[in-house]
């Protein structure tokens, strides 16, 4: 073993079980069952959260200075909860899920994915959106999904350390399947996002939990596009601009906020460090009161988790405005360094519209939807550097499968640009924080 590699899982005792082995179908059950679990809590998250968030702006609407008392409130109180036990309730919950597929002792697992973190994590960012926070629920339901297979797994004796590894990965990509209603996204993310720390195959069972997961959701909500369809085209061209200047300037933009995050979470600048680790619910009510203030100016767009403006922007029609993009970037920032749970998905991709609408503006000749998608995707991967990851969630989002080769061109685009400005992708550099021995060692 290389010096400053973390072990890996032991491989599965005994080698493969024969297809009709009792032992086998256990596995396969536990593994399935825990998928429809995982894809129902999904569901109810996403009810009630929409629900938490609608409470926020029918206050917000009787009157936007509410937003002053709720917001701050709201982050104050997040702050003073996720203390203690409940600290990995804090931020997306998918650092926290690739960590524990990396370290295997059961009480740094248990510390990060015990049912009583995932249930307080639920809790936790439905109070974040009923104040208003610019988060998102996918990666609260990725952390979610994961603690309630890891339950699962040891209810049931899987315990060693490669068969509670499947049982997180199964659970944590389950969980990205139901939330977005897109079952493929599930798997590639999987694969791209959180396999990468678990090195070992990933068999045919696992693939078929996490499409179980995306099932169950398309049943009981139907066969839907989260966005709509969005059927625009790209032309030779101009179009093919298009994805050069949505690549770079999205995946920049997405490198400067994973760039951002990490060296809050570093404690730079040294004043923010300190006044984070020493005040942290006075910092977070100051974050809160930042986002009140910008949300007002910006006559509320940049709450919650810019579903609806994303969609006005694909669709052509109620737009937020020429300067959302970047206000909803601010927004976005202020939550996550505040400390307090909440994803980043749904709001990246709010952040690529806005940016990918103001690129429009460059190339009239272009259908202004298609370069909305193209930054929606862009943007995404720049923050996540998952370029597979975004691309096929943008294309089961919108339903558009004309702009295959443009999004992934400029997928792949933004993840090199996105490196320029920060190296390391943000939930592994996260993860690295939750446990410094996956830090590789410096050189020699």
Known sequence: MSPGRPPQPAPDPGGPAPLWSPSEWKRRLALWGGAVAVALAAIVFAKVGDAAFGVFVRVSEHSPWWALLLTPGAFALLAWATRGRLAPTRGSGIPQVIASLQVTRDDFRAAQLSLWVSLSKMAFTLVALLGGASVGREGPTVHVGAGIMHAIGRRLGYSDPYQASRFLLAGGAA???????????????????????????????????????????????????????????????????????????????????????????????????????????????????????????????????????????????????????????????????????????????????????????????????????????????????????????????????????????????????????????????????????LAPEPAA
């Open 175 to 437: 969980g990205i399947a139901a939330a977005f209603n897109t079952p493929l996204a599930g798997v590639v993310f999987a694969i791209e996002e959180l396999s990468g720390a678990f090195e070992q195959r990933f068999s045919g069972t696992l693939l078929t939990a996490v499409i179980i997961g995306g099932v169950v959701s398309l049943g009981l909500l139907g066969d839907y596009a989260y966005f709509g369809h969005i059927s625009a085209r790209l032309p030779l061209g101009e179009g093919w601009l298009a994805i050069a200047a949505c690549g770079i300037v999205c995946g920049l933009l997405g490198g400067l906020f994973a760039r951002l995050v990490i060296g809050a979470v570093d404690g730079r600048p040294r004043w923010l460090g300190r006044l984070r680790a020493d005040r942290p619910v006075l910092f977070a009510t100051a974050c809160g009161m930042l986002l009140a203030l910008l949300g007002i100016a910006l006559g509320g767009t940049v709450f919650g988790t810019g579903y609806e403006q994303a969609h006005a922007l694909l669709q052509q029609h109620g737009e937020p405005g020429a300067g959302f993009g970047i206000a909803k970037f601010a927004a976005n920032l202020v939550s996550y360094v505040a400390g307090i749970p909440g994803g980043l998905f749904s709001p990246a991709l709010a952040v690529g519209a806005g940016i990918g609408d103001n690129l429009a503006l460059l190339f009239p000749g272009v259908d202004p939807s298609a370069i909305v998608l193209l930054g929606m995707c862009a943007y995404l991967a720049g923050v996540t550097q998952a370029p597979l990851t975004s691309a096929v969630i943008s294309i089961e989002l919108t339903d558009n499968h004309e702009l295959l080769l443009p999004i992934l061109a400029t997928v792949l685009l933004a993840r090199a640009s996105s490196n320029l400005l920060c190296p390391t992708p943000i939930y592994k550099a996260l993860a690295q924080r939750l446990a410094p021995r």
